[in-house]
């Protein structure tokens, strides 16, 4: 998908990753619980390249809902910072992997939340339909 697109889709992303978190969808068993605070946590290193003031404290599933709420009250600012880095062809920043194009960096964020909130999205119809349950590994029901 292109950046643009993934930039005007990521306040519909995030709501609809905040929606599910807040249902009653069991992700224990997905990777969102460790993954999600650190594209949040990087997300909010990448729009702080450009001089604002993103950043969330909680370590687990709250990073969501904080980093949200703290994008509905700076949401100009954000609009800007993405903006800005998206029209940046030379900004670099430096990673434990090495030196990244932070373009580069807030584009696949941006990706990471279209497709996360794809799977919540996806998760969360199944079992609106009573899905069947899901086995574990050693055949038994969860």
Not at 27 to 46: A, D, M, Y
Not at 55 to 67: I, P, T
Request: hydrophobic residues 40%; contains cysteine; proline residues 3%.
């Amino acid at each position: 998908m292109e950046a643009k697109a993934l930039y005007e889709l990521f306040e519909q992303n995030l709501n609809t990753i905040l929606e599910v978190l807040h249902s009653d969808v069991e992700i224990q068993r997905t990777p969102f619980q460790t993954s999600l605070p650190l594209e949040i946590k990087i997300l909010c290193t990448v729009l702080n390249t450009t001089g604002e003031n993103f950043g969330v404290q909680a370590d687990n599933l709250n990073a969501v809902s904080e980093f949200h709420d703290l994008y509905v009250h700076q949401k100009d600012h954000a609009s800007v910072a993405m903006q800005k880095i998206l029209n940046d062809k030379r900004s670099y920043m430096k990673t434990p992997e090495g030196t990244v194009l932070v373009k580069e960096l807030l584009i696949r964020r941006l990706e990471y939340f279209n497709e996360a909130a794809r799977v919540l999205n996806v998760m969360a119809t199944q079992k609106a339909l009573g899905s069947p349950l899901q086995y574990d590994y050693n055949g038994s029901k969860k």
